[in-house]
């Protein structure tokens, strides 16, 4: 009887390893379960987010290069929009980016962006416009309008659970329009440009403390098709301060140029805009 009962506890002493108990001495064994480990990246951040949604506060500075020839090929007046129209030089917009984790390194940011101005000036100069000519002294309104849709798909060939880096392409959906007429002699010309820009995207994060996270991203392409020389940049800062592991509020920097010439007969002429500014936000994501 002693020998069996001297057996049975060799035996449970072999067999508590593989069943997980507790050694006998009742001590903790030094190495935690493989189930109990915490997950890899554990600190809320923009590492981490699965989705996001920015609403943003922006007050970028503008400069409009322009220049429409006529549709007889002749060279119309090249003229800063702000200076010779009247355009507004500097804005207070709100816009909104959404970003999506599809994976733990595929993301893709959305943005949505829209600048309304209107003009209303005396000519000081002689202003060929198109098939159109006004005159100095003559009251010409004028408006432009841009609306943009970018899609940026990007890879992070580096993820950790400070910092990510990550590379991509960009699809730039854009699309600008305008007008500029004297009312008096019923004299005006409008213009339409549309078209999608492609760019070569690089972006980063950084979590330098557990709440706080600086943010940037560089977009830019420059390229010839057929009769159409183009260039998108797009150049972003911003420093991020987690309040909630939901919520984040942040401050930042964007500037975007694009720049189109064009001999293409259903638009002969050039455009080169350019806006830059701070930006506050407010981030909600999960």
Do not use: C
Not at 155 to 181: Q, V
């Amino acid at each position: 009887m002693r020998n069996r009962s001297r057996f049975g506890l060799a035996l449970a002493v072999l067999a508590a390893p593989v069943l997980g108990a507790e050694p006998a001495t009742g001590q903790e064994a030094d190495a935690p379960r493989e189930l109990l480990q915490p997950p890899k990246y554990s600190i809320a951040s923009p590492i981490t987010d699965r989705f996001a949604l920015k609403g943003v506060y922006y007050q970028p500075g503008v400069d409009t290069l322009v220049r429409y020839d006529s549709s007889a090929g002749a060279a119309g007046t090249e003229f800063l929009a702000e200076d010779t129209l009247g355009l507004d030089d500097e804005l207070n917009q709100g816009l909104i980016e959404m970003w999506i984790r599809m994976a733990d390194r595929h993301r893709l940011r959305v943005d949505f962006y829209k600048m309304s101005r209107e003009g209303n000036v005396i000519l000081d100069e002689v202003l060929q416009f198109g098939d159109s000519t006004f005159l100095p002294g003559e009251n010409v309104i004028s408006d432009m309008e841009l609306r943009t849709l970018g899609l940026t798909y990007t890879y992070s060939f580096l993820r950790r659970e400070t910092f990510e880096i990550g590379l991509g392409l960009g699809i730039h959906l854009m699309e600008m329009e305008g007008a500029a007429e004297v009312p008096v002699r019923f004299e005006g010309q409008e213009f339409d440009v549309a078209g999608p820009m492609a760019s070569l995207a690089l972006d980063g994060t950084w979590r330098f403390l557990e709440k706080w996270s600086v943010n940037g991203r560089v977009q830019y392409l420059q390229g010839n098709l057929d009769d159409v020389d183009g260039l998108y940049g797009q150049y972003h800062l911003d420093v991020q301060y987690r309040v909630h592991r939901n919520l984040a509020f942040g401050l930042g920097y964007s500037q975007t140029r694009m720049k189109v010439e064009s001999a293409d007969p259903d638009f002969s002429g050039m455009f080169d805009l350019e806006y830059a500014g701070p930006e506050a936000f407010v981030r909600v994501s999960y």
